[in-house]
Each structure stands twice: as C-alpha cells, then as structure tokens.
C-alpha cells in the first residue's frame, strides 16, 4: 500500500467515515472495509470479476452518493469521477491525500456550523458560506483560483 494511504488510515483510524455535505454525504471506508468499496467500481458486484476498463492504479478512497473519489497509486493524486456516465474519466481534483481530506473536513465544518441555514428557499448556498469555504480553502490550497476550482466541482456553485 502506498505509504500517503497508510498514513492516511493511520491518522484516520479503524472507522467509517461521513462528513455532511451539501447534498449527500461523503463516505470514508475503514481501513477494514476498503477492499470491500472498491465493488462496483474495481470489482463486478454481482459475478465478483475485474473490470477491465477500471485502471488499476486507482483506489476509491470515498464517495459522495456513489460518486468516487480515487487516489492514484502512481502519482499520489486525488481523482473525481461520476458514476452512471458509462466510461470511467476521472479527472484530477486534489493534488494530494492529505489536501483532499482536508477540504472535505473543511467543507463538512461549513455545512455542520450553518445546519439548516446553509441555503436559501431554493436550497442554493447562500453566498456568505460560498465566500467562507474559498476563504478557508484558498488559505489551504494557497490559491483563490484552485479554491474556486475545487469549489464549483463539489458543487457549491
């Protein structure tokens, strides 16, 4: 296992993760049930079989309503891809592991502190929680352009 995963878990200890969202929530599988996650996307959930066009240097570390989000063995990074579009393109998101995390944690304080406020009449986001998580994420990621990036992938406009 590449050691950015095994630090990972070590950190993230032997527990399912759910962070709240804005819509659903993401799932972090233990460590124990890693393997497991990996069915439907890596693995056949009904004959148990490779899929073949799944790379294998991916790993889907979590998702969001089944929408993985995958670290790639080979290059340490944090894909995005979403399911039911036939063909697995996953597109590079977050630079590291630890980058990754740390923006859902982020993302998951956000929506935890503005509870039911978190959007107008038409569940929308309201702008001061947009400009709060760019606040938070570009202090992270050290760019306003990445934080804006990162913020219209995860959906919040």
Not at 33 to 61: M, P
Request: net charge negative.
């Amino acid at each position: 296992m590449p050691e950015a995963v095994t630090e990972y878990f070590a950190e993230l200890g032997p527990v399912d993760v759910w962070i709240r969202g804005y819509g659903n929530p993401y799932f972090l599988p233990s460590l124990s049930k890693l393997w497991a996650h990996q069915t439907g996307y890596r693995t056949d959930g009904f004959t148990g079989e490779q899929i073949h066009v799944w790379d294998d240097d991916w790993l889907v570390i979590a998702d969001e309503g089944g929408d993985p989000f995958i670290f790639s063995r080979s290059e340490g990074t944090i894909l995005h891809a979403y399911h039911g579009e036939g063909v697995w393109e996953p597109e590079q998101m977050f630079n590291s592991l630890i980058e990754f995390v740390t923006t859902l944690a982020i993302m998951g304080d956000i929506v935890a502190l503005a509870g039911r406020a978190l959007t107008d009449a038409d569940s929308m986001i309201l702008p001061r929680y947009r400009e709060i998580a760019r606040t938070r994420l570009a202090e992270l990621l050290r760019s306003q352009e990445r934080a804006k990036e990162i913020i219209l992938s995860l959906g919040w406009g």
